[in-house]
């Protein structure tokens, strides 16, 4: 079922769509045509009220006078591009620069401040909503007119299948996420630290003081990032590994084993669970690298329902290529040439 209602407004008056989608399970989803936002995630329980397992806000204000990114669509390019320098086709570009001196998801005016059309794909089972977005050329400093979809599905087997589509004009480069902060003994119940992860990675790219990879893909064995094996995030947080110490926490990108780039199947990537609820997260994804962070700056937020928001009261999985690509040739490539059909797909699974 899917039901639809107005949000508010942005500044210029366009109207933000709510679209509130449940599937025959009873969980619940609400998206916003503003940055695709997924603003609530809420997982059933027998006779309890249900577990809300996304940190949100409850106003337009609050969404965009915040640089978080809480639950948005990210893009053109998810992380850091440094000092925002690309060269593509023996051309160079300068795009936005919006933390330090690098580009961050996609500039100041990245996807997640856009109002995107949205229309309704399924309104029974399997309800799905698509949002398309029109990105003109040299948009945040980026090359190429490009036309990008993002269709989200939840599933009858509690699947939240988020398929991203871009084809652009120009050769350009293209790497979308969603940057939802997940929660799974509620998003207003305190830290993640007690809650335990896995993610499928041998290897994770290590950065410099400003989060900007070195370009060395580096064993996770012995090192705060072996999450092959599920474990807690708090025995990763409480290390005294100089990476961890640089962003007061986990702010890495992990390389997927499973990634097989002729595949447009979903592998399976990475889990977190919590034992207060009994509620578990899978991810699957094409996407070769993941992004595991824990909400290191956060500071007295205040989210939805009065709620506040500290340091590692969130997770992140942002399924993505790994940061500054265009500059380190030897990791998998972003570049999008003109003409051709962009397709990825993230999965995120709720098991309660
Ligand atoms: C993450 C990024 C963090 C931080 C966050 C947004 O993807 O890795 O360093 O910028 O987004 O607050």
Not at 13 to 18: A, D, F, R
Not at 342 to 348: A, D, G, K
Request: proline share 5%; charged share 15%.
């Amino acid at each position: 079922m899917i039901t639809q209602s107005t949000f508010g407004e942005m500044p210029d008056g366009t109207v933000i769509e709510q679209f509130c989608l449940t599937n025959n399970q009873g969980v619940s989803l609400e998206i916003l045509s503003l940055g695709g936002i997924i603003r609530r995630w809420l997982i059933p329980h027998n006779a309890k009220p249900p577990t809300d397992i996304v940190l949100g806000f409850d106003s337009v204000q609050a969404y965009l006078s915040d640089d978080s990114y809480l639950g948005a669509l990210v893009g053109r390019y998810a992380n850091r591009i440094a000092e925002g320098k690309l060269c593509l086709e023996s051309k160079n570009y300068q795009l936005d620069i919006n933390q330090g001196d690098n580009c961050l998801h996609g500039g100041s005016q990245g996807f997640n401040n856009k109002v995107w059309q949205s229309t309704v794909l399924s309104r029974d089972e399997n309800p799905a909503i698509a949002l398309q977005l029109e990105s003109p050329d040299g948009d945040q400093g980026f090359p190429g007119a490009l036309s990008t979809k993002v269709i989200y599905t939840l599933t009858e087997s509690n699947r939240l299948k988020i398929e991203y589509f871009a084809t652009s004009k120009r050769t350009t480069v293209f790497n979308p996420t969603n940057h939802s902060y997940f929660n799974l003994s509620g998003h207003n119940s305190g830290s993640v630290n007690n809650q335990h992860i896995q993610v499928v990675a041998s290897y994770y790219t290590p950065t410099d003081a400003h989060a900007i990879p070195t370009g060395e893909l580096i064993k996770v064995e012995g090192t705060p990032f072996d999450f092959r094996k599920l474990s807690t995030i708090e025995q990763a947080l409480t290390s005294a590994h100089p990476q961890i110490q640089y962003g007061n926490g986990l702010d890495h990108n992990l390389c997927i084993d499973s990634y097989d780039p002729q595949s447009q199947e979903a592998k399976y990537a990475a889990k977190a669970t919590s034992e207060n609820t009994d509620i578990s997260l899978k991810v699957y994804t094409t996407m070769p690298g993941i992004q595991v962070f824990t909400a290191n700056h956060f500071d007295h937020k205040k989210g939805k329902q009065d709620s506040l928001y500290h340091a590692h009261q969130g997770l992140c999985f942002e399924t993505q290529f790994y940061p500054d690509s265009p500059n380190q040739p030897q990791f998998p490539s972003a570049t999008l040439k003109a003409g051709e059909a962009f397709y990825s797909v993230t999965e995120y699974e709720v098991l309660f």
